[in-house]
Structure formats: structure tokens, C-alpha cells
């Protein structure tokens, strides 16, 4: 007998059609003789739909407030999903963030999780009940409800699989697993069996929506196996773990291409170029809750330089103000920012041994008319900024050169 967490996304559990069918294959599982715990996200877009209708009644946005109204997405779809199992016959039981003991800091919006006190997992489980148990949500050492973040469902769902020592966590989204490029842009992509964690995680920090980045970082730390896979087909999907390929011998160096359409770019031109002011601008930016993506800088030319650094576009006005009160500080001419940025990123573990990985990237991007603005690399992947409206035919050549068609 295994124990499985199963995490259905908003998607797989968008109407009522949709979880009467996640119902039965729970009850299917339940029947092999498994053990199973789910955590549900918000029906379909309900929490897009939420955080619109709080910024339609007030311009203020209190985060205890916000966090009690987000979470209630999660409440519904995990009373819904419980009574559809009981209609399949299984004892079945829903429970908050709070009811399942997980405890968090109480920073709300973005929550982190402190500590998880199963005991009513446990309780549920001996007596044969099925927990369905609410994403994204904790109680804060405030005692207040908080909510995860975007994607905290994934989290929720790794961190049970953990404190249960289940045997595997199964991530269910409306794609069959982890492709080699958002199948939206490219048709041909193909499905990855398997994903180191290591891989995974670049292709998360550079913009693959799926998992979410911060549980595959808890994953990876806690050695908690993932299969990301479809509630729609319901066959094998990627699976993620630290193990190396098999198929090692032949590896391809690039396994997958990325994109991110979501950062904007700022330059600070003609900064005075001597040490400390990269120190006091960056120290000034991380102040203000910006996150710096990726940072250039010129070669020094009579004593100045040029600064350019990404950051998301949330954070972009603020940025701008920030560089804009530290002109004199700098000894710098002006700032200018460009929102109609993007990057797209080739991934591999294979890349650290194989030199002309990076060249035939650049390589494929010229001979397409598109530009590089920026580059930046890890030992497993190599990044480039380019502009927007030519992302998707950067993703498309670079998935072509590296052969990664299916
Ligand atoms: P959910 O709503 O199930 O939590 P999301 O909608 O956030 O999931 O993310 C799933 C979507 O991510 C897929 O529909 C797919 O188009 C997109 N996607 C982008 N890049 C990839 C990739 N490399 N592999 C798989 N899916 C990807
Ligand atoms: N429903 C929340 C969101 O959309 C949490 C989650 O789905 O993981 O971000
Ligand atoms: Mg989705």
C-alpha cells in the first residue's frame, strides 16, 4: 500500500463535470488498495476573480483581510470535493490550513510555513477517511489566517508529503507533465519522462509556471519525489527527482527552453565608476522589496559606466523612482527604463560539459533577426534578454537548434 498525495490545480477542479471526474479516479486509487490525501486549490481563476473584486470595493488592500478572502477560493473547492467522494462511496474530509496545523509567520500574502502539526492528518487517515485538504493556507503565530502566495498549493502539497513520509506527491495540472517548452508557444514540445530537481528549478526561476518554483525548492530539500501530471488524460507524467537520468550516456545538453514575459529593464547611464556604487544602489533597491533579476554593466569608458539590471514588472515604477532619487549619489547622468523586454532561457545539466552550447545559441537568435541585450548564465543554464514581441520566435528557434522537437 502506498501513500500518495494527489494536488489538483484550478483547472482540474474548475466545475462541477471537472471534480466528479477527479472523485472517481480518487476513488479508483482508493480501491487499488492506496492511501491518498488530496490538497485542492480555487476553482478555476476564482482567485484572479477575488484579488480583482478586492481592488474593485477599496483602493486599500489590508493584508489580514486580503489573506481571509483569498483562502475562501480553497474553502469551497475542498467542501465541494469532499462531498463528491462521499457520493463515490469514500469517507471523506475536508480541512483548512489551520485545521491541518499548518503554522506560518504572518506575512500575509506570502506566507512562509513555520511548522506542520498532522495529528488530524494522522487521526483521518487511521480511521480510513480520506483528508482533503485546503492550499496555499496556514494560521500565523498571530493566530490569523494566511494565505501561501501564487502557486501555494504546490507548496501545501509537498510539505504533507513530507511530514506524512508519503511515497510519492503528484502534482495535477491541464498539461501531461513538464515539457521542453510552453506547448502554447511550442506544438511540437516534448514531454519530459524525467527532470532532475536541479533542472527543474532553473526552468522555474526562468519562467515555466509549472510547479511552482518555491516547492520544488522544498522538494529538492526534503528529498520529496514529484510527478507533475494530467487530471485530464490521467496518464504518466514527468517525474522529479535527484536521481540522474538513465539514459546519462547520451545525454542531450540542453533538455528545455524557457520564457519569461513578466520583467521590465532599467539602465542608470554614466555612473561614476568607482567601488561602492553598484554596493549602494543594489543595497537601496533590496531595501525597497525590489528583486533584481539580471545585471550588466559596460565597460568603464573615461571613468563612467552604464548600469542595466532586470527587475519584475511589478516592482518597475518603483524601481525607476529609486534610481531617480540617487542620480547625484551616483554621479550619474539619467535612468531609463524598457518595459518591452523578455528572456528566454536554455536549460541542461548536460551544458557544464559541452562548450558551444552557449555559441549555438547565439547562433540560432542572430540568424533569426533576433538581438541579445543581455546575457546571463549558471553552470546549467545561459539566459538572454531580448525584446518581447520576438520571445516566441526565440523559443521557437532555440527549441529547433537544440533538437528537442518531439
Ligand atoms: P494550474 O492552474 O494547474 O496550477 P498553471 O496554469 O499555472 O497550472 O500552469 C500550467 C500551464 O503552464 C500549462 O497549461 C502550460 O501551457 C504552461 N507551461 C509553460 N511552460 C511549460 C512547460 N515547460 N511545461 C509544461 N507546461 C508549461
Ligand atoms: N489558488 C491559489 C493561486 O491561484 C493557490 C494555488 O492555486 O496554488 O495562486
Ligand atoms: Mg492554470
Not at 471537472?18 to 478555476?44: F, K, P, T, Y
Not at 518603483?318 to 528566454?344: N, P, Y
Not at 551544458?351 to 546575457?375: C, Q, T
Request: contains cysteine.
Amino acid at each position: 500500500m502506498a501513500l500518495i498525495v494527489q494536488k489538483f490545480g484550478g483547472t482540474s477542479v474548475a466545475d462541477a463535470d471537472r471534480i466528479r471526474e477527479v472523485a472517481d479516479q480518487v476513488a479508483r486509487n482508493v480501491r487499488h488498495g492506496n492511501q491518498v490525501i488530496l490538497v485542492i486549490s480555487a476553482m478555476g481563476k476564482e482567485t484572479d476573480e477575488l484579488l480583482r473584486l478586492a481592488g474593485d470595493v477599496a483602493r486599500l488592500r489590508p493584508g489580514r483581510e486580503m489573506d481571509m478572502l483569498i483562502t475562501a477560493g480553497e474553502r469551497k473547492a475542498i467542501a465541494l470535493v469532499a462531498m463528491a467522494l462521499a457520493d463515490k462511496g469514500l469517507d471523506a474530509v475536508s480541512f483548512t490550513g489551520s485545521q491541518i496545523g499548518f503554522i506560518t509567520d504572518t506575512n500575509h500574502m506570502n506566507a512562509k510555513i513555520l511548522e506542520v502539526r498532522p495529528e488530524r492528518l494522522r487521526e483521518a487517515l487511521e480511521r480510513g477517511q480520506v483528508p482533503v485538504v485546503a492550499g496555499a493556507q496556514g494560521v500565523s503565530t498571530d493566530r490569523d489566517v494566511t494565505f501561501l502566495g501564487r502557486g501555494g498549493s504546490d507548496t501545501t502539497a509537498v510539505a504533507i508529503a513530507h511530514v506524512m513520509a508519503a511515497d510519492v506527491c503528484e502534482l495535477y495540472t491541464d498539461v501531461s507533465g513538464v515539457y521542453s517548452a510552453d506547448p502554447r508557444l511550442v506544438p511540437g514540445a516534448r514531454r519530459m519522462a524525467e527532470v532532475t530537481f536541479d533542472e527543474l528549478l532553473e526552468m522555474t526561476a526562468t519562467g515555466c509556471p509549472k510547479p511552482a518554483m518555491r516547492s520544488v525548492e522544498f522538494a529538492r530539500s526534503y528529498g520529496v519525489t514529484l510527478h507533475v501530471r494530467s487530471a485530464f488524460t490521467w496518464e504518466p507524467g514527468t517525474w522529479v527527482r535527484e536521481e540522474t537520468r538513465e539514459s546519462a550516456v547520451e545525454e542531450a545538453s540542453v533538455i528545455a527552453v524557457t520564457h519569461d514575459t513578466s520583467d521590465a529593464k532599467v539602465t542608470v547611464e554614466r555612473v561614476a565608476d568607482h567601488p561602492g556604487v553598484a554596493a549602494s544602489l543594489f543595497r537601496r533597491l533590496a531595501e525597497r522589496g525590489v528583486n533584481v533579476d539580471m545585471i550588466v554593466q559596460n565597460v568603464s569608458l573615461s571613468g563612467h559606466t552604464d548600469i542595466s539590471f532586470t527587475v519584475p514588472q511589478d516592482s518597475f515604477a518603483e524601481s525607476l523612482a529609486t534610481c531617480r532619487s540617487m542620480l547625484g549619489d551616483l554621479g550619474a547622468k539619467d535612468v531609463t527604463g524598457d518595459e518591452a523586454v523578455g528572456k528566454v532561457s536554455i536549460v541542461g545539466s548536460g551544458m557544464k560539459s559541452d562548450p558551444g552550447v552557449a555559441a549555438r545559441m547565439f547562433e540560432a537568435l542572430g540568424a533569426a533577426g533576433v538581438n541579445i541585450e543581455m546575457i546571463s548564465t549558471s553552470p546549467i543554464r545561459t539566459s538572454c534578454v531580448v525584446r518581447r514581441d520576438q520571445v516566441e520566435t526565440a523559443v521557437q528557434v532555440l527549441h529547433q537548434a537544440f533538437d528537442l522537437d518531439a
